[in-house]
């Protein structure tokens, strides 16, 4: 079976988020089950992208309502991510290392789209479906199916997987044109509350539509940032399959980016030394329980709340706890932060940008994730730290409730609160203070966190029997 991802983000080559790694892993593991998996995305100016070869496969040119955009496809040459990898070069729009926040985005993802749908249309076969991720592909479906120029590959089934319902890509109707021309009797399909929905068009058109846990598909229809009563409606065509990470790149025992590696036999060891190496360079007591958090400051991830929480659990808990922050986002969240860090440096370092190895570090270093999301689609940052021996502390929403179980309750792997709320998650951090004091119970978590299989291969063969249902 063929599938073609398309796709914002794929790591190593660009990533912002958790978009990255699920598009980085999944089409090596569907690879490596014997179909073949492709990734197209666009050519931003990443280091990755700047750094490795490329061949020229197509050239050709998009219009976007009545501008002009040369473009070409580009194939990586080593097939080094273990899948191939082609890259959409439209240089008038992606001349930076910048994924997304550009000012005309809207422009960007569309000539995207619709160089995409073009060049598949060229081939001269089709693929067995086409995989699209969130709003920025969400068009494909509507397009392969409504406009004019794509009937060669009109039957090609879609599949659309939301990873945040939160991000939506709306733009107005007075921007239509912009769209290849379309059978104009089925323009409703792209609009939800008076604009131009791509993700909307992309639940209502594609074959079928995931999102990436069981537990947020049923949070959707609740509360979908607007899009509950679609996603209702088209309920029959839904269905969450759980992220999986890679556990390659992902592994304590290989990763190189640690100071230290460890398996779950030598976890104390192991961690106690990435700690040592963490809390010397940002200067913190080695000997605490360190708390750290790494994602986006944003309020879905309850970053807002971590000023009030960090301030409060060290006045509350003096000289029983120090915290880490690895992040970026709303540039509020980090002058709190900041601001924060100013009056308690001795026990709360943050670090604002993004950075790939550091990011590994903590999760090996750390004694506790916290995890306060407001929304959570699925998180994998919690399966992160449980692979690498570190105790997740999440609210429970969406996949943080589905992969994470309260170390109150037998078997439990972490620590869980219900509100994202200050109070919720210092309460949840005395209860993790008091864990740490039982080393022998503490040990055991990390061994049998260290050893939960989160791997691909299960999600990979729910996502393959999906594409097995739409052959005709
Ligand atoms: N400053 C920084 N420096 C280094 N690394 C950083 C970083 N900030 C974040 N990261 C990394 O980015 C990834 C974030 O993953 P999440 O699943 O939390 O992502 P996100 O909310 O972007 O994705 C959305 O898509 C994913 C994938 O489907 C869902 O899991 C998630 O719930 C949904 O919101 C992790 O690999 C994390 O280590």
Redo the contacts with the bound molecule.
Sequence with gaps: MEIIHVSAEC?PVA????????VGALPKYQQQAGDIAKVVLPAYRTRFIETHEFEQVHQSGVWVGQQWYHFNVLKEKTNLLGFDLYLVEIPDLFNSAQVYGAWNDTERFLAFQIAVLDWINEWVHTPDVIHC??HHTGLIPFLIQHAFKYHRIRGVPTVL?I??A?YQGQFGWEQFYRLPAFDPAKGGLLGWNNAINPLAAGIKSAWKVT???PG?MQELYQDANGLQDLLNYEMGKTSGIL?GIDTQVWDPAKDNMLPANYKPTTVAKGKQANKLALCERFDLDPSLPLFSF???LVG??GADLLPDVIGRALYEQAGKLNFLV???GDPHIEWMLEQTRAVNAGNFQL??????V???HI?AGSDFLL?P?R???????QM?ALRYGTIPIVRST??LRDTVTDFGDKGGNGVRFLHASSYDVIHAIGRAIELYADEKKLLKMRKANMLIDHSWDRSAQQYLDLYKSLKQ
Aim: charged letters at 20%; hydrophobic letters at 25%; one cysteine or more.
């Design positions: 790591y990533k912002v988020g958790g978009l990255g790694d699920v991720h969130d997987t990873h945040n939160q999102t990436v846990s947020y992220n790494i994602g986006r879905d991830k690895l992040g970026s670090f604002i940008g993004y950075d790939e550091l990011s590994h999760y995890m999301s929304v959570e689609p699925c998180g994998l940052n992160y969406g996949g």
